[in-house]
């Protein structure tokens, strides 16, 4: 079984206006270990240093980290430095021999048996994600009666991809599922909230999932620190099988090249980096910079403008 090894570097810098006397943070940057992914090593910096420092579990099972800096500074930066081995998920995924889709919503309805406890809390709508008739027309063209669930969510997966423009500067992590569906464009985030929403709109249960993927560089060029970015993806529940992964902003299913680290009900859940500050003038600057490096490679050259977006077709 092929297998696979990465070094994830991700580097958040803020900067301030006037000094920040008090900074309360929760983080999602800890990769998660699963099945087919191993977190080896993880390790945090945190610049000034943290008075106050806790690592927990949410209610997802994700790995959080809360911290508090109450020295005066004008730059908060937070470095996660991970390890990760991947092994192939999947020696042979038949999508078209999973269970007709109906069949499933009907049994996601009976939240008493205790296998569907944890993918009924995926049924409903959620911060990011507002069911409306928009998303259920959109649907249903990909569940036709009697078709198996996830050769559904295949074909919901690939029209996205198709109908759907990636353009960074078309959304914001404040806009809108209905102005996405309205203007057919946006970013990795916008295209997992549509799809969990089409999926919930037909009573199935669906998840963000929140990460890393490797990006290629051109034939001949070297890859970049600091040009890769956080990537999202959605997860669908299928009984027997378990929850599958889908990428619609790349059309594939993950496997080798994403790297998971939270998972929750839409982004709100698993912001990579969030909280409050007193202090600060009002205006901030923030950079974010990730790197997604196989441990074969060395020699990694910078890239001129970190954070850059994820190329999404």
């Known amino acids: 079984m092929k297998k696979l090894s990465y070094r994830v570097e991700h580097v958040t810098l803020y900067e301030y206006k006037t000094p920040v006397t008090l900074s309360q943070q929760l983080l999602h940057l800890t990769p998660r270990s699963l099945p087919w992914q191993q977190c080896e090593t993880h390790a945090l910096a945190i610049e000034p240093k943290a008075a106050e420092y806790v690592e927990r579990e949410d209610f997802f099972g994700n790995r959080i980290v809360q911290f508090a800096v109450r020295t005066a500074h004008e730059k908060l930066r937070v470095s996660a430095d991970s390890t990760i081995h991947l092994r192939a ?8 021999s999973s269970p ?12 008493t048996q205790p296998p569907l406890l ?7 709508e959620s911060p990011n994600v507002e069911l409306a008739p928009a998303l259920t027309d959109y649907a249903i063209r990909s569940f036709p009666a009697g078709r198996p669930l996830l050769a559904g969510a295949m074909d919901l997966m690939q029209r996205i991809y198709q109908d759907f423009d990636y353009d960074p ?8 599922l209905a102005e996405v569906i309205a203007d057919r464009r946006g970013v990795c985030q916008d295209f997992a909230h549509l799809m969990i929403g089409c999926l919930r709109a037909l009573g199935l249960s669906a998840r963000y999932v929140s990460g890393y993927i490797l990006t290629e560089p051109p034939p001949g060029q070297p890859r970049l620190v600091g040009a890769d970015a956080s990537h ?10 378990g929850w599958v992964d889908f990428d619609p902003t790349n059309k594939l299913l993950p496997d080798l ?17 969030r909280g409050v500050i007193l202090g600060g003038g009002g205006e901030q600057e923030l950079d974010v910079s990730v790197t997604v490096t196989p441990l074969d490679e060395q020699d990694i050259a910078p890239a001129n403008k970190p954070g850059a977006a994820l190329p999404g077709q």
């Open 89 to 96: 998920r999947w020696d042979e995924l038949d999508v078209k």
């Open 100 to 111: 007709r889709w109906e069949g499933v919503r009907d049994r996601l309805r009976d939240v």
């Open 118 to 124: 944890d993918p009924s809390q995926y049924l409903f």
């Open 169 to 176: 500067a078309a959304t914001t992590v404040a806009t809108p």
């Open 232 to 241: 999202a993806w959605v997860s669908v529940f299928c009984p027997r099988t």
């Open 257 to 273: 090249e994403h790297i998971s680290v939270a998972w929750g009900r839409d982004f709100s859940d698993v912001t990579p980096m």
